[in-house]
C-alpha cells in the first residue's frame, strides 16, 4: 500500500514527530542532541523557517515549524533526517534505517491549538518520567520561553541555543 501524498499550505505551522528506527535511542546522548541541534540550526538557516518549540527525547524529536512560500516541509525535514543520519552513521557502527518511516505532520490551523501543542512538546520529559520537573529537563526549547530575557511571543532564534 502507498503511503498519502502530503498536503502542503504556504506558511503553515507544523507539529512534526521524527523517531528512531524500532523506537531505538539514536539522540541517547548529550552529543548527539547536540549534533542534532546543529542539523537543525544549518537548515533553519537554510531554508528561513520558523522553529516555535523543540524537544529532543532519546528516541524521537517534536518540533513546531512554520514553513515560508518558497520550500515545503517534506524538503525542510528529509535534509534534516539525512543530514542528522549521515553524521549518526560516521559516528557508531549502525546499519539500516536511522529514522523510522517518514515524520509525523500535523498542521496546527488555530492559535489555541500552538499553545496546547507546545505545551505537549515541553512536558514529554516529564510525561516519560525522565525528570519531575520540566524545566530539569535541558534538551527543550522550554527554557527560552521561561528565561527572563525571552519574548515568548516571537519564534526561537536558533543561535539562542548556542550561547
Given at each position: ?140 526549547s ?21 550561547e
Open positions: 500500500m502507498t503511503e498519502q501524498k502530503r498536503i502542503y499550505y504556504k506558511n503553515a505551522v507544523y507539529h512534526i514527530t521524527i523517531r528512531g528506527n524500532n523506537k531505538h535511542p539514536i539522540l541517547k546522548a548529550a552529543k548527539d542532541k547536540i549534533m542534532f541541534l546543529e542539523v537543525l540550526k544549518k537548515y533553519r538557516s537554510r531554508f528561513g523557517f520558523k522553529l516555535f518549540a523543540f524537544v529532543i527525547m532519546d528516541n524521537h524529536v517534536h518540533l513546531i515549524i512554520q514553513t515560508e512560500n518558497k520550500i515545503n516541509i517534506s524538503k525542510i525535514m528529509q535534509a534534516i533526517n539525512l543530514s542528522y543520519s549521515v553524521k549518526f552513521r560516521s559516528k557508531y557502527p549502525y546499519t539500516g534505517h536511522v529514522w523510522q518511516g517518514r515524520f509525523r505532520s500535523n498542521v496546527i490551523e488555530k492559535e489555541e491549538y500552538i499553545l496546547n501543542c507546545i505545551n505537549y512538546i515541553h512536558n514529554n520529559p516529564s510525561r516519560a518520567e525522565i525528570v519531575e520537573q520540566i524545566e530539569n529537563y535541558p534538551w527543550s522550554y527554557h527560552y520561553y521561561n528565561s527572563p530575557d525571552n519574548e515568548a511571543t516571537r519564534y526561537i532564534q536558533m543561535d539562542k541555543f548556542y
